[in-house]
């Protein structure tokens, strides 16, 4: 039995105490709880997050909220990347946006549908254009380039188009997949929409590059070939 100076500074309950400060410096870390009788820390599940100690039990970690996630352990959530999104709360992952959609900002909750004259593949952050020559399926969803459509004849598609447009009178696509029509030459001309070739200047007319019509020869002049 302690005797002396020391015996009398002791009181009653200084176990107690020696104990808790004992677990008071092993507090809980930030990202994690401890139950009662924790000989370690647990982390926060995934899907939720504290930046605080000392917690108690997993319910005192924060849910992310949409748009957001987290791995176990984390002191915050990360927003999704574009082209990703979550729409619940306490997600531990993003879902990839599905083909035929894109979300270009981060911690999005829902995909957006992918624009005319584009296609977007999964997880697209942006729509890509259909390349020039080709355009937007009528009926399919854009999915991917092979689902844009060849041009036909006689028309042409910019890049990104959603419809084809003929050519224009004075102008003309020989074949498919054309990006612009080309003018009618200088001796040719062309009076229809959707032409795939200009006709000869007739004798007594002359034809501009890129006519649409023949203009007759002034009077006071002539001529006796055609072209």
């Given at each position: 039995?302690?005797?002396?100076?020391?015996?009398?500074?002791?009181?009653?309950?200084?176990?107690?105490?020696?104990?808790?400060?004992?677990?008071g410096r092993g507090a809980c870390d930030e990202g994690?709880?401890?139950?009662?009788?924790?000989?370690?820390?647990?982390?926060?599940?995934?899907?939720?997050?504290?930046?605080?100690?000392?917690?108690?039990?997993?319910?005192?970690?924060?849910?992310?909220?949409?748009?957001?996630?987290?791995?176990?352990?984390?002191?915050?959530?990360?927003?999704?990347?574009?082209?990703?999104?979550?729409?619940?709360?306490?997600?531990?992952?993003?879902?990839?946006?599905?083909?035929?959609?894109?979300?270009?900002?981060?911690?999005?909750?829902?995909?957006?549908?992918?624009?005319?004259?584009?296609?977007?593949?999964?997880?697209?952050?942006?729509?890509?254009?259909?390349?020039?020559?080709?355009?937007?399926?009528?009926?399919?969803?854009?999915?991917?380039?092979?689902?844009?459509?060849?041009?036909?004849?006689?028309?042409?598609?910019?890049?990104?188009?959603?419809?084809?447009?003929?050519?224009?009178?004075?102008?003309?696509?020989?074949?498919?997949?054309?990006?612009?029509?080309?003018?009618?030459?200088?001796?040719?001309?062309?009076?229809?929409?959707?032409?795939?070739?200009?006709?000869?200047?007739?004798?007594?007319?002359?034809?501009?590059?890129?006519?649409?019509?023949?203009?007759?020869?002034?009077?006071?002049?002539?001529?006796?070939?055609?072209?």
């Amino acid at each position: 039995v302690p005797r002396g100076p020391a015996a009398a500074a002791r009181r009653p309950g200084d176990a107690l105490g020696d104990a808790q400060g004992a677990c008071g410096r092993g507090a809980c870390d930030e990202g994690a709880f401890c139950p009662e009788g924790s000989s370690v820390s647990i982390p926060c599940p995934g899907g939720t997050f504290s930046s605080a100690t000392n917690l108690a039990s997993a319910d005192e970690c924060t849910a992310c909220s949409t748009g957001s996630y987290s791995l176990a352990g984390q002191l915050a959530c990360q927003l999704c990347s574009p082209g990703s999104f979550v729409n619940a709360t306490g997600a531990s992952v993003c879902a990839l946006c599905e083909a035929g959609d894109f979300l270009s900002v981060a911690g999005g909750t829902v995909c957006l549908a992918c624009p005319d004259g584009s296609y977007c593949e999964a997880g697209s952050a942006a729509p890509l254009p259909c390349p020039a020559g080709k355009r937007k399926h009528p009926t399919a969803v854009m999915r991917s380039e092979s689902d844009c459509v060849t041009c036909e004849a006689g028309h042409f598609c910019p890049t990104g188009a959603a419809n084809q447009t003929a050519c224009s009178p004075g102008a003309f696509a020989a074949g498919n997949e054309s990006g612009s029509c080309d003018p009618c030459a200088a001796g040719e001309y062309q009076p229809a929409f959707g032409a795939t070739a200009c006709a000869t200047c007739p004798a007594g007319s002359h034809c501009a590059l890129g006519a649409s019509s023949a203009t007759p020869c002034a009077g006071g002049t002539w001529s006796g070939t055609e072209g």
